[in-house]
């Protein structure tokens, strides 16, 4: 029973940050119908610059609070990530939005693989470890073999971020101009900007706002695991990707439904089956529920306009 438990939290801790990172796949696809598969990269760009500033300001400026340090190094890598947002869909996706369907997906894979190159060649291809943030854990009860299950407050502060995040982003899709917007370009960009919405801003206000969901993932992934590759881009981004897909793409719920749905399916097939085929059985549930709900658990058919 303990390691149930155990493995129920760090499956919702792991979902948690699939979420994120899906959050910004599904609101990109939902309004120009592309999957912006550099979004995978985005996140661990935004992670080693979580890194870099971690690092200044706690060794360098001398700054001791770890709390404090990370408010600051969040909200850095936020901004700096969403300027990176809005400058790629400038300049990689806005160009080719009228052109053929495939032209935006090559472009996105190129922005990808620039961007590991880019991270490798300036970091270097060695993991990077960072300096110890939050380790403190709340034994909550021991099981009768002497286990601990355990939750650290590190777990606590994803999980949080991960369902305060939803509920803003919701509200803003849901009950702001911008949200409103957005839902317009959805259904009929052309409509839309007939009826005075400014259809290249509001692209470029959703980048950004992908953008800053992926830096806290990043700050997040970080924060969990205590390092970071210049790979690590690729594998959270296509299981975000995947979350995104079986949670219903375009739904913002469904993407971190999915999310945590695959991080638990990885945590307890690891836990009492073999760990090499962990993510086998999440792309299985995928195909396997894509079959009886082609649109995703929370997903809404799509609707061919005439």
């Known amino acids: 029973m303990e390691i149930f438990v155990q493995q129920l939290i760090n499956g919702l801790t792991l979902g948690s940050i699939y979420g994120l990172i899906a959050i910004g796949y599904t609101m990109v696809f939902g309004i120009i119908g592309m ?5 995978g990269d985005v996140f661990m760009l935004s992670a080693f610059i979580a890194l870099i500033f971690f690092v200044i300001l706690t060794t360098w400026l001398g700054i001791s609070s770890v709390v404090l340090a990370l408010f600051i190094v969040l909200l850095i890598a936020m901004a700096l990530t969403s300027l990176w947002g809005w400058t790629v ?17 090559i472009s996105a894979i190129g922005v990808s693989i620039f961007l590991s190159n880019f991270v490798q060649v300036a970091q270097g291809a060695r993991n990077k470890p960072t300096p110890p943030m939050v380790g403190e854990v709340i034994v909550l009860f021991q099981g009768e073999s002497g286990y601990n299950v355990a939750l650290s407050y590190k777990q606590i502060i994803i999980m949080v971020s991960t369902a305060v995040l939803l509920s803003i982003f919701w509200y803003i899709v849901q009950k702001t101009s911008l949200g409103r917007a957005q839902r317009a370009c959805e259904q009929d960009r052309k409509m839309a900007a007939l009826l005075g919405i400014n259809v290249d801003r509001t692209i470029s206000l959703t980048f950004v706002i992908g953008a800053a969901l992926a830096a806290v993932a990043g700050t997040m992934y970080l924060l969990y695991y205590g ?3 210049f790979s690590d881009g690729f594998v959270p981004g296509v299981k975000a990707f995947t ?3 079986l949670g219903g793409i375009g739904s913002l719920p469904g993407a971190v439904l999915g999310g945590l749905i695959i991080g638990l399916i990885e945590t307890f097939w690891s836990a009492y ?3 090499e085929y962990k993510d086998v059985a999440a792309f299985s549930i995928l195909a396997i529920v894509l079959i009886f709900m082609p649109s995703g658990i929370l997903g809404r058919p799509e609707v061919e306009k005439v």
């Open 35 to 39: 999957v912006n598969f550099a979004h």
């Open 89 to 105: 869909e400038r300049i990689a996706y806005r160009p080719l939005r009228g052109s053929f369907r495939l032209a935006p997906l």
């Open 227 to 229: 390092v970071v590759s």
């Open 243 to 245: 979350a995104a897909v």
């Open 273 to 275: 089956f073999s760990i």
